[in-house]
C-alpha cells in the first residue's frame, strides 16, 4: 500500500509504561530529536557483539546512526525509545523505515543489562501497532544468523514469518497486523510481567511503615501493630522522625536510615507529605508503594494534580503504586502473614483473592468472610486506582498457586477493554466474582438513535461484558459471599439438575422454587434411586425430589439419602435442608453432612442449609460444605455456579474472518464525513459504508423532488417505499414522513408531493425497494466512551423503544455471541416459526449482527449505527433503513499500557 508523505503529527498516545518480565517498569515513547544524546550513550554502552549484530560491522558512524534514529515523521519513518524507571535514561531503541510502496525494515537495539526482559518484544509489537494505524506493512528485518536472541524474539512474537537467506544474512518478512496468535503471545509476557512487578507488593521480603505511631487508635498505630500481631515474617521498620521507639521496636527518622534494603513501604503520612515520602522510598530502591493517605483525585482538581505526580514519581523508580485512598492489603500465606491495614480482624487464610474499590466496604467483607468461615488468601484495597487495578490484580491471581476464586468489588472502569481481555482468559482456569456498583441511569448520556436510548438506559453494557468474559455478576455483597462460599469448596456442576434432601416440606418447596425460577430443573428421581432411599429412610418418607425425610431423619438417614443422590446420575448437585426439630441434633447432622461430602462417589456439589442461629460453622468448613441460612440463598448461589459452569463449556471461538469487507473503502467514507462536517452521514454514505463491509441494505434511489421520485419508482419497479429526508428529522415513521408500498411513477410522485407540502420545499426523498414480508429486527451499535462499540440486537421496527426487548455484547463478538443474543430476545419465537409462520433465516441475521461488529471495532470513529429495521424473511435478512453518526475518537491505548487502569 502506498503511504502518505506529509509528517505526522507526535503521536503522544503511542506513549506507554510497560512492566518487564522481571517487574521493571520502563517508559516506552516515540523518540523525539533532544533523544539524540541517550541514543548515541546507549549505543556507545554497547557490548561489541551487540554492536555488531545491530549495525553489522564494528566500524559503524554511531553518531550517524544516532541522528538516522531521530530523524522521524512519525509516518513512513518511525522510532521508538525506552527509558529507564530510575534515571529516564535511554535502555532501548527501535525504528522502522518505510520505502515509497509502505515495506519497511524494522530494527532494535537493548542495553546489555535489559536483554532477555521481554523489551524487545513490546518494542516489536509497539512498532507493529503504529504502522498499522498509519497504513505501514509488511515488515522486513535482516539479521545475522548469530544474533539468536533476535531470532527468538522474532518467532516467539506469533506473527506469520517469512524467512529465507541472502548474502549470509537471513531475512524476515511479516505483516505489521497483529495476528491472534501474536496477541495472545503478547498477552501471555503482560500476565508474566505484570504478576512479577505485584510479587514485591503481595509478598514482600521487608516493610516500612512510613507515619507509623505509638498510639494504639490511630492509623499509623494500627497498620503497624497489625503488622507485628499477625507475625509478618520479615522485619518491619516505623518510620517517625519525632519518635526513636515506636510500640517496642526501634524507629527511624526517615527511609534512608533503615539499615537494610525495603520492598513495601506503606505510607501514613498527610497527604502534603506523600510525594516528598515517595521520593524518599524512590531513592532507597523500594520496589512498591501502598499510601493510605487520602486527599488526592477524591478531593478535586489540585488532589488530583498531586495524584498524578505521585504516580510519575512511582513510574520514573519503578515502584508499583497501591492507592492513594485506601485501607491497605492483606497476605494470608503461611510464609508471608501480612495484615497491612488498620482492620481489626485478620481475616482466616483460604484460597480467595479479594479487591476492593471501597476500603470501608473492604473491610466489612473481611469480617463477612471470616464470619462465614471463608478463607481469603489475599485482599487488596485499589482506593483510587491511580497504578495498580482490578486489572493487574486478576493477572496475579490467574497464576498464583493460592488463589482459587477472584472477587471484586468496582465502582467504575477504568480501561473495560483491557479487562475483557484478561477476565475471559482467567474465568476460563478460575471464577470471578464480581458486584459492580451504580446501575441508575443517571448519568446516561443523551442519545438520538434508537440503540443509543435502548443501551444508555441502564447499565446493560456492564451486564453484557460480564456476560461474555464469564464473571459471575451478584446484585448485593451477601450474594457475592454466598457464590463465593460455594466457588471455592466446590466443584462446578455438570449441569442444572438440583437434588433436594430435606427434614421439613415447607423449606424444601421453597428451595424448588427458586431453583427452577432461576433456571435449574429438580427433577423425578429415577426409580433405582427411589428404591435406594425407601430402603434407607421410613415408610412416611416422601422419595420423590425434593426427598422429604420428615422431623424424625437422623444424620445417618442424612448421610444415606445424600449418598444415593450422589451415587446416581439423576442430579448434578445436592442441596440438603435441615431445620433442627426436638429429636436430632443440628451438631450431629451436620457432621454426617460433613462427614459425607468427603466420600461422595463422584464430583459433586454439596450444599447445605441449616435453619439455625447456630449453623455449625466450623465443622462444614473444614469439611469444604458451604453452608446457607435459607434455601433460597443456597438456590441463587448454585445458579450463579451452573451459568458459569456452562460459560466454561461453551467452545472459545473468535470474532469471524471476512474475506469480502473493504476497510479501506469503509474508511475513505469516514475519513471524508469527518473532512467535511462530523455527524450524521447521508443516504448514499450510509450505503457505501455498510456496502464495504456486505451488510445487505435494500436497493435505492435519492430524489431532489417528487418528479425525481417517481422516476425513481419507476426505474427501480414494483413496489416502493418512499422516506422523507429533511434537517432535523431522526424518527420518520413517527413524523409521518414515510409511505409504503406504492407501485408506479404516478403514485410515487404523488406521494412525494404530498410529503413536501407537508414538511416543506427543501424535502428530499429516498426511494427504496420494498423488502419481502418478515420479522423487523433492530441491529444496532453505540460507541460508549469507556467500553468502546456496544452492539445490540432486538426487536425492530416503530415498536422497538415500546418493547425494549433487546440484548447487547461489547465489540469485538464472535460468532457464539451472535447466536446467543438472537435466543435471548423474549421475541425470538416471532424467527422460529411461531404460530406456523415460516421460519426466518436466523443465520442471515446472525451474519448482519457479526459484519456490524467488524464494522464498528476496526472503525472507532462510528459513534451511532441504526439499522431498523432490518427484515429477516425466510430466504435471507435486509436492511430498509440505517443511520450513521461519525465523530472523532481519541486513538486507543498502546499494547501492554498501563495507562487507564
Not at 124 to 129: D, S, T, V, W, Y
Not at 139 to 166: C, D, K, T, W
Not at 492 to 507: E, F, M, Q, S, Y
Request: hydrophobic share 50%; glycine share 8%.
Amino acid at each position: 500500500m502506498a503511504i502518505a508523505t506529509t509528517p505526522a503529527a507526535y503521536p503522544s498516545h503511542r506513549a506507554a509504561d510497560v512492566v518487564l518480565r522481571d517487574g521493571r517498569v520502563v517508559h516506552i515513547r516515540p523518540v523525539r530529536a533532544d533523544d539524540e544524546a541517550g541514543v548515541l550513550a546507549l549505543l556507545r554502552s554497547l557490548s561489541a557483539d551487540a554492536r555488531g549484530f545491530r549495525f553489522f560491522s564494528q566500524a559503524t558512524d554511531l553518531g550517524g546512526e544516532a541522528r538516522r534514529a531521530v530523524d522521524v515523521d512519525y509516518r513512513d519513518r518511525y522510532g521508538l525509545v525506552a527509558l529507564s524507571g530510575g534515571d529516564r535514561r535511554v535502555v532501548a531503541q527501535a525504528a522502522y523505515f518505510a520505502d515509497a510502496g509502505g515495506r519497511a525494515e524494522v530494527a532494535w537495539v537493548v542495553a546489555d543489562e535489559y536483554r532477555g526482559r521481554g523489551l524487545g518484544t513490546l518494542l516489536l509489537a509497539h512498532l507493529a501497532e503504529r504502522a498499522e494505524e498509519v497504513g505501514v506493512g509488511p515488515f522486513v528485518a535482516y539479521v545475522l544468523p548469530e544474533n539468536q536472541l533476535m531470532i527468538e524474539v522474532l518467532r516467539e512474537s506469533g506473527l506469520p514469518l517469512r524467512s529465507a537467506r541472502a548474502d549470509g544474512q537471513i531475512v524476515f518478512e511479516f505483516p505489521t497486523s497483529l495476528s491472534t496468535a501474536a496477541r495472545e503471545r503478547f498477552e501471555a509476557r503482560e500476565q508474566v510481567a505484570t504478576a512479577a512487578s505485584l510479587a514485591s507488593l503481595l509478598a514482600p521480603r521487608s516493610i516500612a511503615v512510613i507515619g507509623a505511631s505509638r498510639s494504639r487508635g490511630t492509623i499509623g498505630g494500627e497498620i503497624f501493630h497489625n503488622l507485628l500481631e499477625t507475625g509478618f515474617r520479615g522485619p518491619v521498620y516505623p518510620v517517625n522522625p519525632r519518635a526513636p521507639v515506636i510500640q517496642s521496636v526501634r524507629a527511624y527518622p526517615g527511609v534512608a536510615e533503615i539499615p537494610d534494603s525495603v520492598d513495601l513501604a506503606v505510607v501514613v503520612v498527610p497527604a502534603a507529605d506523600v510525594l516528598d515520602a515517595a521520593r524518599d522510598c524512590a531513592r532507597a530502591g523500594a520496589r512498591a508503594l501502598v499510601v493510605i493517605s487520602a486527599g488526592f483525585g477524591e478531593t478535586g482538581p489540585e488532589g488530583l494534580a498531586r495524584q498524578r505526580e505521585l504516580v510519575e514519581i512511582c513510574r520514573a523508580s519503578g515502584m508499583r503504586l497501591v492507592g492513594p485512598n485506601c485501607m491497605g492489603i492483606v497476605n494470608t500465606a503461611a510464609d508471608v502473614r501480612m495484615n497491612a491495614t488498620f482492620a481489626p480482624t485478620f481475616p482466616p487464610a483460604g484460597r480467595v483473592g479479594l479487591m476492593s474499590q471501597s476500603g470501608a466496604l473492604g473491610l466489612a467483607i473481611i469480617d463477612q468472610c471470616a464470619e462465614r468461615g471463608i478463607g481469603l488468601s489475599t485482599f487488596v484495597s485499589v482506593g483510587n486506582k491511580a497504578d495498580v487495578s482490578g486489572n493487574d490484580l486478576l493477572q496475579y491471581w490467574e497464576t498464583d498457586p493460592a488463589t482459587d476464586v477472584a472477587l471484586l468489588y468496582l465502582e467504575s472502569f477504568g480501561n473495560p477493554r483491557k479487562f475483557a481481555r484478561i477476565a475471559r482468559r482467567v474465568a476460563r482456569r478460575k471464577p470471578v466474582l464480581a458486584v459492580k456498583s451504580g446501575r441508575s441511569v443517571a448519568g446516561a448520556r443523551a442519545t438520538s438513535s434508537h440503540t443509543g436510548a435502548l443501551v444508555a438506559a441502564s447499565d446493560v453494557t456492564v451486564d453484557a461484558l460480564f456476560a461474555q468474559t464469564g464473571v459471575v455478576r451478584t446484585d448485593t455483597l451477601s450474594e457475592l459471599l454466598d457464590a463465593a462460599a460455594l466457588f471455592a469448596s466446590q466443584p462446578l456442576p455438570a449441569g442444572d439438575r438440583v437434588g433436594i434432601v430435606t427434614n421439613a416440606g415447607g423449606p424444601a418447596i421453597l428451595c424448588a422454587d427458586a431453583c427452577e425460577a432461576r433456571g435449574l430443573r429438580v427433577p423425578p428421581l429415577p426409580e433405582a434411586v427411589r428404591g435406594a432411599l425407601r430402603a434407607a429412610l421410613p415408610p412416611e418418607a416422601s422419595v420423590a425430589n425434593p426427598v422429604d425425610m420428615i422431623a424424625s431423619a437422623t444424620p445417618e438417614q442424612y448421610a444415606q439419602a445424600i449418598h444415593a443422590l450422589a451415587a446416581s446420575d439423576a442430579v448434578d448437585a445436592i442441596v440438603a435442608i435441615f431445620i433442627p426439630p426436638l429429636v436430632t441434633r443440628l451438631e450431629e447432622v451436620a457432621r454426617a453432612i460433613a462427614a459425607e461430602a468427603g466420600r461422595l462417589p463422584r464430583p459433586v456439589p454439596l450444599l447445605a442449609v441449616l435453619m439455625a442461629e447456630d449453623r455449625a460453622q466450623s465443622v462444614m468448613a473444614a469439611a469444604r460444605v458451604p453452608v446457607y441460612p435459607y434455601p433460597e440463598d443456597a438456590a441463587r448461589a448454585l445458579a450463579h455456579a451452573v451459568k458459569h459452569a456452562a460459560w466454561r463449556a461453551r467452545p472459545e471461538s473468535a470474532p469471524p474472518v471476512f474475506a469480502d469487507i473493504r476497510p479501506d473503502a469503509a474508511d475513505a467514507v469516514i475519513r471524508g464525513a469527518l473532512e467535511a462536517e462530523p455527524g450524521w452521514l447521508d443516504p448514499a454514505e450510509v450505503a457505501a459504508l455498510l456496502g464495504a463491509y456486505g451488510l445487505p441494505l435494500a436497493p435505492f434511489r435519492v430524489a431532489a423532488d417528487p418528479a425525481a421520485a417517481g422516476a425513481a419508482a419507476e426505474a427501480l419497479g414494483g413496489a416502493v417505499a418512499l422516506k422523507a429526508i429533511a434537517p432535523g428529522l431522526v424518527h420518520k415513521t413517527e413524523a409521518g414522513a414515510v409511505r409504503l408500498g406504492l407501485a408506479g411513477r404516478e403514485a410515487a410522485a404523488r406521494a412525494a408531493a404530498e410529503l413536501v407540502a407537508s414538511l416543506g420545499p427543501s424535502t428530499r426523498f429516498l426511494v427504496q425497494t420494498m423488502a419481502e414480508p418478515g420479522v423487523e429486527m433492530l441491529v444496532g451499535m453505540v460507541h460508549d466512551a469507556s467500553f468502546g462499540p456496544v452492539v445490540a440486537c432486538g426487536a425492530g421496527g416503530t415498536s422497538v423503544e415500546l418493547l425494549r426487548d433487546v440484548s447487547v455484547r461489547v465489540a469485538p463478538l464472535a460468532a457464539a455471541d451472535a447466536g446467543e443474543m438472537v435466543r435471548a430476545l423474549r421475541t425470538f419465537p416471532l424467527l422460529d416459526g411461531y404460530r406456523g409462520r415460516p421460519k426466518a433465516d436466523v443465520a442471515a441475521l446472525e451474519d448482519v449482527v457479526l459484519r456490524v461488529s467488524a464494522l464498528v471495532e476496526a472503525h472507532p470513529e462510528i459513534a451511532e449505527l441504526d439499522c431498523n429495521p432490518v427484515i429477516v424473511g425466510p430466504n435471507g435478512a435486509v436492511i430498509v433503513d440505517a443511520r450513521v453518526r461519525v465523530a472523532p475518537v481519541a486513538p486507543r491505548p498502546p499494547l501492554s499500557s498501563l495507562v487507564a487502569p
